[in-house]
């Protein structure tokens, strides 16, 4: 069952909802819908999308669309649906047809990058392709043992810097340079997740992205950015700056299963326009799912 494990915190603040509407009556409506409104905004959907659902709901409920507390609660889940799905295409990885396809997993420290990078790597194995990593965080020594433990739980071949003073773009050079001559199909490139306020940071990502397109043609095909679920809306500001310097295709939402903020998953998506195509739902190598707009609001309004 897909996001089974994830999201039980914010079904539990979402639950609220459901005895609301199993009571409500069409005098109650204002307060049911105050109370509904404070729900979404504690699991952190946000303002802005909070009170846009809220208020199409009373549209509905007035001019006698909605009858009753069923029929509220679906369309709750499909105005959620709504928004996850009309800014947003494809949320399968776009990997080309040149080999190696070139990921670039980015992100600031702690949110989740090497974890999910050794996650995506077992997927991606157990369908069938070969996977090298690359370990582009050359700032951080130990950033390189870390990724190093993945590779040799997920069987894969990484490559490392080969001097303390590498530059991560000449690590993710020579990875790629490796996989078009070994015929690997994805290179999983790992970066350096100093503080995003740190200008000189976004001027690697930037070099990393040249030094890969100047091996494959068409590279990177995906920059996946990883955002820390547990930080909620806060996560908006970091995500915006990402995607203004780099340009992300994908985003990677972590720590779902700790988090009460789910919600956030919405905003960011109405915010940037930018697909979620993977979920962190615990620490296993299992534990990143695709992301699936219709399991994901089955899970959090079950
Ligand atoms: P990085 O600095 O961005 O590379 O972050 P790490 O990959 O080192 O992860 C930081 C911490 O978050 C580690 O303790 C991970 O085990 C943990 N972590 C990462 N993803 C998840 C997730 O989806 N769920 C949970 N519960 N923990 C996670």
Redesign the pocket.
């Known amino acids: 069952k897909i996001f089974s494990g994830g999201f039980t915190k914010t079904r539990k603040n979402l639950a609220v909802i459901d005895e609301l509407l199993l009571y409500w009556n069409l005098s109650d409506t204002d307060r049911v819908l105050d109370e509904l409104e404070e729900a979404l905004l504690v699991s952190d959907f946000g303002p802005k999308i909070t009170i846009k659902i809220v208020e199409n709901l009373r549209e509905d409920i007035l001019s006698g669309k909605l009858k009753s507390g069923t029929e509220i609660k679906e369309a709750l889940k499909q105005n959620v649906l709504d928004l996850l799905t009309t800014k947003v295409s494809k949320t399968e990885l776009q990997l080309g047809f040149r080999k190696p396809a070139v990921i670039m997993i980015v992100?600031?420290?702690?949110?989740?990058?090497?974890?999910?990078l050794g996650k995506l790597a077992y997927r991606l194995k157990k369908e069938g392709a070969k996977i090298l990593m690359a370990a582009g965080d050359t700032f951080r020594a130990a950033?390189g043992d870390?990724l190093e433990i993945w590779a040799e739980r997920t069987d894969c071949e990484i490559v490392r810097a080969e001097s303390e003073k590498a530059k991560a773009s000449s690590v993710l050079t020579q990875a790629v340079k490796k996989g078009k001559e070994l015929g690997f199909d994805i290179v999983l490139c790992d970066t350096s997740?100093r503080l995003h306020t740190n200008y000189s940071l976004m001027e690697e990502l930037i070099s990393c992205k040249k030094a890969v397109s100047k091996v494959v043609a068409g590279a990177p095909n995906e920059i996946l950015l990883?955002l820390d679920g547990t930080t909620g809306l806060n996560m908006l500001p970091q995500a915006r700056e990402f995607n203004e310097v780099v340009g992300v295709t994908g985003l990677i939402l972590?720590?779902?299963?700790?988090s009460a903020r789910g919600g956030c998953v919405v905003s960011v998506v109405d915010e940037l326009g930018i697909p979620v195509k993977f979920v962190?739902?615990?620490?296993r190598v299992e534990?990143l799912q695709p992301f699936d707009a219709e399991a994901f609001v089955n899970a959090i309004f079950s």
């Open positions: 992100g600031v420290n702690g949110g989740g990058k090497t974890t999910s950033a870390q997740g990883v972590t720590k779902l299963d700790g962190g739902v615990g620490e534990d």
